[in-house]
């Protein structure tokens, strides 16, 4: 490939490096996982040419999230222009252009903590549920205010068209465990406000005077290293190991209800749900927006929107809230 930009080639000093890049640089298991990003990585582009540093120092997981945000959007079917400054990719379909900007939220104590799952911590049932419904949309509160501040929908690009958040949260060991109902609440105004150890917000993103210009938000908590790999399946490097993934999801029923359900599989069997990019993506349309997004513009297997003053939930098909992989090596 022309260009082509090795993402691993080391370009910070090594006390610099990142835990979890260190991690997946020198996996042997990843190798598949490795060749995925770097591909992703070589199609996307750099505009500003800070990308690999960042990826391989204090930024990882949110640059990580934004090379699969881009897998996720070519996933779409649609054009994408990554040659501005911001916002992340102007993308096209037939003839309708939407603004999209890519955001995660990071530990407090600074960008280079590991949050890896061998960090998990224990909670309790009741602080369990105190950080869902509570300390997690303040820290999700907090990137999506950020990003009103830059005023994208001035821009010559982005004038008159749909503008799109896709947002993580990656600010714990076990923030890939919050999934879109602990997130819900708080864009669509469900309860007054959220208050945790001192903190407090008022509830309801969408309401506020400056969000219609928001078009809506897209939530994944699974576009991580884990994902890389299962996507990269047939790659030799995945047969040294057994790949067992496990979690919660919804599941549509023919009667238009959903199920809520717990699954188990090998990677490697090929009976297993065949893994899209879009899997695990949740829209959030905004009722109040100047712009809104078409319907089915972009894929993903959850939707919200309000609908004759109701909200409403939509699941497409398997739709996974919550995600983890175990892997063990194979015994030559």
Known sequence: MQNYHDIFSPLVVEEKIHPAFKTLRDSEFHAG?????????????????????????????????????????????????????????????????????????????????????????????????????????????????????????????????????????????????????????????????????????????????????????????????PRFFRMAHSHPSNRMVMAIRTGTCLIPESDSTVRVAEYKYDVSDLTAPQEKWWQGTTLFHNPNALNPLPDGFLRCTSTFAVQNDYLTRTVHEFHPMTSMMYMNPVNS
Request: glycine residues 4%.
């Open 33 to 225: 996982a490795r060749d995925l990003i770097n591909s992703t990585y070589n199609r996307m582009g750099d505009p500003n040419g800070k990308f690999i540093r960042d990826f391989q120092s204090a930024g990882f997981h949110s640059r990580l999230f934004e090379i699969a945000c881009y897998a996720y959007l070519e996933s779409s079917e649609v054009d994408i222009d990554h040659s501005f400054d911001q916002p992340d990719f102007m993308i096209t379909k037939d003839t309708v252009t939407v603004a999209i900007e890519v955001t995660a939220a990071n530990p407090s104590c600074g960008q280079d903590r590991d949050i890896s799952v061998a960090n998990i911590q224990d909670y309790s049932s009741s602080e369990l549920t105190d950080k869902c419904e509570n300390d997690f949309p303040i820290r999700m509160s907090k990137i999506l205010t950020s990003k009103l501040r830059h005023k994208y929908w001035e821009l010559p690009q982005c004038v008159g068209k749909s503008l799109v958040l896709i947002v993580a949260p990656f600010f714990l060991a076990q923030s890939v465990f919050y999934n879109d109902e602990s997130f819900v609440e708080y864009l669509y105004g469900l309860v007054p406000k959220h208050e945790y150890k001192g903190r407090r917000i008022q509830s309801g993103f969408f309401e506020r005077n400056e969000c219609h210009h928001i078009s809506a938000v897209i939530y994944c908590n699974q576009f991580t290293v």
